[in-house]
């Protein structure tokens, strides 16, 4: 595993990463890549990561640290396993992740913190500026996918605008007839989540019941839960995502995770940048 992949990727080091990582972080943000010879999943992570940052030319820069080498860094940054990736932001730790993700949730964590390269910036731009009623784009594209019925894109775009119409089983049957190279698609993974938290919330008692449960006792997990996810699908994103967060800091390890797993969902369908990169800071605050 190499850092000269691309100029946006650098070996760092402890004499030299206030200069290298936070002094250039107040320019552009920094991915710190902790790592080792020895890790199988570095091995994935670290292409990708070296990929992307090529990808994006210079919106951000992938600095890599090999743990045994630099072991006063890994250290100071409390890593406990490899890989683990940092994001470091005008000089400050705003967030990371431990474990080797998947492309497409690479970046979803980029997008959540601004940073995208130039072309897709002004693609998302364009998207929003063209936004049609949802009705209406079904009835577009269900026309489109018809005529062109060997389109897998087209029908992705399709399962899209059901999920904004609640057409949940429909966008199911879709998913799964997509090819390998569209499933793991960043627009995928998104309607994936959607789809798990519609299943999570499936025959939750009303919103009334679960208020007055938690009106009762602060500390139903399950209560809680739910009520988040239900806010979450009823457009009330900070609420349920305040529920959500007020669960793990209670018990993180609940359900094997399910407060942590569900939030990441909630990150992948809010398309509200500067609430999920709120949050994203707020939930690593209290993981790392």
Known sequence: ?????????????????????????????VLVDFWATWCGPCRTLGPMLEKLAAEYNGAFLLAKVDVDREQQLAAAFQVRSVPT?????????????????PEGQLREFLRAHGIEPAAAVEAAAGTRAAAADPHAEVVR???EVAAKPDDDALRLDLALALLR??????????LDQLPANLATDDRAERARAHLRLVAAAKDAPPTEVLEAALAADPGDLRARHLLGVQRLLQGRHEDGLEHLLDLLRRDRAWEDALARRTLIDAFRVIEDEDLVG???RRMSSLLF
């Open 278 to 280: 709120r949050y994203r």
């Open 85 to 101: 990736v940092f994001l470091v932001k005008d000089g400050q730790l705003v967030d990371g992740f431990p474990g080797a993700l």
């Open 165 to 174: 119409v609640g057409g949940t089983a429909e966008v199911e049957q879709i």
């Open 141 to 143: 594209l269900r026309g």
């Open 1 to 29: 595993m190499t850092a000269d992949a691309t100029p946006h990727v650098f070996d760092a080091t402890a004499d030299r990463f206030q200069t290298d990582v936070l002094q250039r972080s107040l320019d552009v943000p």
